[in-house]
């Protein structure tokens, strides 16, 4: 079955730097790569989600790529708000299945 | 994006009692719902696949008897803790996908709600 990895489990950086953060996937089947941001306490948020047929998504300071051939996507992050700490999942949907597979968390802290 | 709401946001219950939580979509049909389970630092753990008008599909290793789960209708679903236990405490978040009107797989994010936090004294 699918398997997820995520890194790093945790990312510091200084307000206004970037954050990249990486999955790999071992399913080539799967084809919806979508990623969360949970805040403590609260249930995870989709902020923004890729296709297999697209290489690249980009919503204001948020961005995905995606690596079919080598099976890996990142996020990226730009110009970091210390609102943007949270835990970040990344997930992959194997073809034909409804399941969501999700890599084991990031904890991005920004620091003002 | 689409709205899940989930309720209760968090319960307390004396151990041996059944606790009922529910998901609902506000703004959209979701045919297939999905209940997960979070330990502390940990990523989500899916419990079992709720399908409108059918039986759920749980995930080895979870008591389908304990955890049970309703879908009644196209936006709402139930997750019953039956006869809870202090190690049934947890995170408990529900998702739903959004339907896929264009048929076929690989299409419908899934939205969650905001979760429950369930303590059991």
């Known amino acids: 079955g699918e398997n997820v990895e995520q890194h790093p489990s945790t990312l510091s950086v200084q307000e206004g730097d970037s954050a990249v953060i990486k999955c790999t996937y071992s399913?080539?089947?799967?084809?919806?790569f979508p990623w969360y941001k949970q805040e403590l306490g609260k249930g995870p948020q989709l902020i923004i989600d890729?296709?297999?047929?697209?290489g690249e998504k980009k919503d204001q300071r948020i961005a995905v790529t995606l690596n079919k051939t080598a099976k890996h996507f990142s996020l990226h992050i730009t110009e970091t708000q210390p609102e943007d700490s949270a835990v970040y999942f990344c997930a992959a949907r194997p073809r034909y299945t409804d399941k969501l597979i999700f890599g084991t968390g990031t904890r991005l802290q920004v620091f003002p | 994006g689409a709205v899940v709401s989930q309720h209760p946001s968090w319960v307390i219950c004396k151990s041996g009692t059944s606790v009922k939580i529910e998901c609902r979509s506000l703004?959209?049909?979701?045919?297939?719902m999905f209940w997960y389970r979070q330990f502390p630092k940990q990523s989500l753990m899916l419990m079992a696949t709720?399908?409108?008008?059918?039986?759920?599909?749980?995930e080895q290793g979870v008591e389908k008897d304990k955890f049970l789960i309703n879908h009644a209708s196209l936006t709402l679903s139930t997750l019953t803790v039956t006869s809870a236990h202090p190690e049934d405490s947890s995170f408990y978040i529900c998702?739903?996908?959004?339907?896929?009107?264009?048929?076929?797989?690989?299409?419908?994010?899934?939205?969650f709600g905001q979760g429950t936090r369930l303590t059991v004294v």
């Open positions: 890729i296709r297999s047929n697209v």
């Open positions: 709720s399908n409108e008008g059918s039986k759920a599909t749980y």
């Open positions: 998702s739903a996908r959004d339907r896929d009107l264009r048929g076929g797989r690989g299409h419908g994010e899934a939205f």
């Open positions: 703004d959209f049909q979701a045919t297939t």
């Open positions: 399913d080539s089947a799967s084809n919806y």
